[in-house]
């Protein structure tokens, strides 16, 4: 299913998208409402950013980007996301 052109009226429409989302390569996702509650204003501290792997897309990499796990798991998947991003 393509979103493009889409309406997106309510959450149930946006989750059912989102689920939809495949490519080529076989990638499939899953999603789900996050239907909690949570702080308003909390700040991220320098090093609790600094802590994070995180890597800026080549497209508007400020708001574009992949956050790799603190612990890599010993996976393929992983292993190219690493790769791509950071070459």
């Known amino acids: 299913m393509n979103w493009r052109g889409k309406p997106l009226v309510c ?16 990638l499939t ?4 409402l996050d239907e909690n509650e949570y702080e308003k204003g909390r700040k991220v501290s320098d ?9 800026p ?5 400020k708001w574009n980007y ?3 796990p603190r612990t890599p798991r010993r996976t393929a998947g992983v292993r190219r996301v690493v ?5």
């Open 57 to 61: 897309a080549e497209f508007c990499g």
């Open 47 to 55: 090093d609790e950013l600094g802590a994070l792997k995180l890597y």
């Open 66 to 68: 992949t956050i790799l």
């Open 83 to 87: 790769d791509r991003v950071v070459s």
């Open 29 to 32: 996702v899953q999603c789900s």
């Open 11 to 26: 959450h149930q429409t946006i989750v059912k998208l989102i689920s939809s989302t495949t490519t080529a390569q076989g």
